[in-house]
DNA sequence: AAATATCTTAGAACCATTCTAAGATATTGA
DNA sequence: TCAATATCTTAGAATGGTTCTAAGATATTT
């Protein structure tokens, strides 16, 4: 879709998250958001633009990753030690973790309910309710 | 309890496990099991130890949390990228993570339900449901 | 007690992530 | 249109949690 002005959509998103319009920030908006949604590592972008000849240090994914992040564009999926998994679906919804694949699949927020949760301790206040259901293949 | 045998439940504890009781485990065993449900970083435990004047490497400390972690006595909690967690409380529950303090607080298995999980991948089944509660403190 | 299996450890290695600071690029506004 | 300024990118070093290595120590078995 909108083949004529490949980088509308991704300027109109830098726009929105106060972000200037550099080649490298095109470039991986569309690596990001073209594709539907998606979970990716900052080591998987990495090899992604690389693959497709888009010249970008590891640094540069990774402030890239966080910017979006902090202006809602990305939501940010801990699962595992060690691996930071950066998430295109910035709804609320919940997480199947393949564990032998390392993958995340999502689960729609409007189906799951959680209930019988206590108050949150004394003074503090409820920022996210994440369910992760781990599964595994078959396989083993 | 049992001032007379301080050493009898850790031993009993690594008699389950199938695992030599070695100086450093039973001090380990008393640290980790004598207080209560506790959910400990391998660093928080190695300086604790230290403290206590048991002699024990901070390679000593992650095999026997893995080694206990196989064996059922402890599970591990991924709340943050980057640090591991391991809980004494092996039972069925959930966690609020207080995110401006680094801190895990318990929550009952018996009343939370979780509702309306769709069917695991194709061919995946159902290791484990993780609900983290992240919440504020108020003072920020 | 000797033989064997298992364990502990210091230090190096590993790996994801963050930092640094210097050069590049984008924006502003004269 | 073109400085002046603000922001961005980057290579390489640093960081921090965790794992590995291999050699000496300890526990168990015979
Ligand atoms: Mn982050
Ligand atoms: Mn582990
Ligand atoms: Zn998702
Ligand atoms: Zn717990």
């Excluded at 998103?13 to 990716?40: E, I, M, N, W, Y």
């Excluded at 691996?83 to 699949?105: A, G, I, P």
Aim: proline residues 3%; aromatic residues 6%; glycine residues 6%.
């Amino acid at each position: 879709m909108n083949n004529e002005r490949p980088y509308a959509e991704a300027l109109s998103r830098l726009r929105t998250a106060s972000l200037r319009p550099t080649r490298q920030r095109l470039a991986l908006c569309k690596l990001l958001f073209d594709a539907g949604d998606r979970h990716v590592t900052a080591e998987a972008l990495h090899s992604e633009a690389l693959a497709a000849d888009v010249r970008v240090s590891l640094a540069t994914i990774y402030n890239t990753l966080h910017q979006f992040t902090e202006a809602g564009l990305l939501r940010e999926v801990v699962v595992e030690s060690g691996k930071t998994y950066f998430d295109t679906n910035t709804s609320d919804h919940h997480h199947f973790y393949v564990e032998d694949e390392c993958r995340l699949v999502d689960i729609d927020g409007g189906q799951v309910k959680v209930q019988g949760l206590p108050d949150a301790p004394a003074g503090a206040e409820i920022s996210r309710v994440d369910v992760v259901v781990r599964v595994r293949s078959a396989g083993d």
